[in-house]
Structures are given as structure tokens and as C-alpha cells.
């Protein structure tokens, strides 16, 4: 059984950074592309970016290219999202899933078979 569990959201303020995990077992995720996704309420779900399961390659969305930064340990089955100078409408739900590696999981946010139940992030002004 394929899970992945995110971790690592909290409150924080505005500049401030902050890393998630997301724990993968179940499978073997050779080949698999893993994306970081985000909620806010009342608002649809948007891809913030992607990283081969090799660490090789890794993709951003304009929102958050420059601020966020997504790594892999692939001793730990582990993937990681830190952001920084979290700004007023980074909050959300924040997402891992995990697809096929493609270009279509990779850059375009789709093609997503498992995903976490999510990790809230709130951020104080």
C-alpha cells in the first residue's frame, strides 16, 4: 500500500521559512516524478512544482520559482519543500503526490496517482 505523508506544516509570519516533509513507502519510486501541491480555502488546487526521484530535475511554478526549493533523500524515501520569505497567500493545504515521471507530471501538475492527506501551513502578517 502506497503512502505518502507530509509533515512539517505550522503557523508562521510573513519572510519567515519553513521545510515540509513527505514520507514515501509502499513502492518503489524509481522513475516516479514527486509534486508539491497547494490548496487555500475557496480556491483550487495549484501545482507548486515537481523533482524526479533521481533529484536529476525539478520544475517550479512563476509563484514560487526563486522562493521554494524542493530536494529528495533517497535514502530516506523522503522529498522535501522549503520555502522561504513565505509571503500572505503562500497558506494553504500543501500536498505531495507521486506520478510517473513525465512531462506532464513534471511541468504540468498532472498525471498524479497517489497523494498525501496534506500539511497545513498558515502564515501571520
Known amino acids: 500500500q502506497v503512502q505518502l505523508v507530509e509533515s512539517g506544516g505550522t503557523l508562521v509570519q510573513a519572510g519567515d521559512s519553513l521545510r515540509l516533509s513527505c514520507a514515501a513507502s509502499?513502492?518503489?519510486?524509481?522513475?516516479?516524478?514527486m509534486g508539491w501541491f497547494r490548496q487555500a480555502p475557496g480556491k483550487e488546487r495549484e501545482f507548486v512544482g515537481a523533482?524526479?526521484?533521481?533529484?536529476?530535475?525539478?520544475y517550479y511554478e512563476d509563484s514560487v520559482k526563486g522562493r521554494f526549493t524542493i530536494s529528495i533523500d533517497n535514502t530516506k524515501n523522503t522529498v522535501y519543500l522549503k520555502m522561504n520569505s513565505l509571503k500572505p497567500e503562500d497558506p494553504a493545504f500543501y500536498y505531495c503526490?507521486?506520478?510517473?515521471?513525465?512531462?506532464?507530471?513534471?511541468?504540468?501538475?498532472?498525471?498524479?496517482?497517489?497523494w498525501g492527506q496534506g500539511t497545513q501551513v498558515t502564515v501571520s502578517s
Open positions: 523533482i524526479s526521484w533521481s533529484g536529476g530535475n525539478t
Open positions: 509502499g513502492r518503489t519510486f524509481a522513475n516516479y516524478a
Open positions: 503526490a507521486a506520478g510517473f515521471d513525465s512531462l506532464a507530471t513534471m511541468t504540468g501538475g498532472w498525471g498524479y496517482d497517489y
